[in-house]
């Protein structure tokens, strides 16, 4: 089976720090991968790598079995192809930790702008979708008001929309829940758990154990750039074989 997104061996460093030393993750068509570990373990820079937010240093990148293709070496690498990289964000859709709307816009303006803008789709064919999505994450009575009128959580899940409206082929989420406090992160974990249920690829980096173990098909442990431990999340939470892993769980939340 094609992967949807494939990272063989990735390596990234900051000057003479090395963030990421060689990891290797797998996520085919439907599945959901969790990246957990302590704050500094590398998962969101390794998130960052997958969408080509960031250069790695070495190690290959393919989106549905399609390698990036680079220039130069180490600190110099840079992906080759600009169309080839913008190709591949747009179907690596991204939520990030702060929600990024454009204050200055509506709701549902905040979703139509991108699929108008990247792909150069009408707005008369953007609109009934975007509504649907925003719909869809629970806050279709919102597309007229802006962001600054919205709880964090609200904005949260319009960031949500605004990626769905992409029509990607894998969402990436880079701890989306934890700006929100507890009650407005429940309205987020929601809609995650109803995207894995309808079968969308996504690599979510999450600081909420409950998430992980819930909506994953397979979760992977960071510490210190390394994958420490991976496997199902029966393996990984209820017997995990690392001393490490099992100190990380024992404290209940990422450090």
């Known amino acids: 089976m ?3 997104i494939e990272l063989k061996n990735i390596c990234k460093s900051y000057d003479q720090l090395d963030v990421i030393k060689g990891v ?3 996520a085919n068509r439907g599945e959901v991968i969790s990246l957990i570990g302590s704050s500094g373990s590398g998962k969101s820079t390794l998130l960052r790598c997958t ?3 960031e250069d790695s240093q070495s190690g290959d990148v393919l ?5 990036v293709a680079w220039t130069g070496e180490g600190l110099h690498r840079r992906p080759a192809k600009k169309d080839q990289v913008t190709r591949i964000r747009t179907n690596l859709s991204m939520v990030f ?11 549902l303006q905040n979703v139509m702008e991108a699929p108008i803008t990247v792909l150069g789709r009408s707005a008369a064919d953007v609109e009934p979708a975007a509504r649907a999505y925003l719909t869809k994450v629970g806050i279709g009575d919102k597309c007229d008001v802006y962001p600054a009128q919205l709880s964090g959580g609200q904005q949260q899940r319009a960031a949500i929309a605004r990626a769905l409206c992409m029509e990607p082929k894998a969402l990436l989420f880079d701890e989306p829940t934890s700006a929100l406090d507890p009650e407005l992160e429940q309205e987020v974990i929601k809609v995650i758990k109803d995207l894995a249920t309808e079968g969308r690829t996504m690599l979510i980096v999450t600081h909420d154990m409950a998430l992980a173990r819930d909506v994953s098909d397979h979760v992977v442990f960071l510490h210190q750039g390394l994958i420490e ?7 990984v939470f209820d017997r995990p074989k690392s001393a490490r892993l099992q100190q990380f769980l024992s404290a209940g939340k990422t450090i």
């Open 2 to 4: 094609t992967s949807v």
């Open 24 to 26: 290797s993750i797998r």
């Open 51 to 53: 969408n080509l937010l």
């Open 63 to 67: 989106f549905e079995g399609e390698p």
């Open 97 to 107: 930790q702060q929600f990024n709307l454009w204050s200055h816009m509506t709701i």
């Open 229 to 235: 431990e991976e496997g199902p999340p029966a393996e």
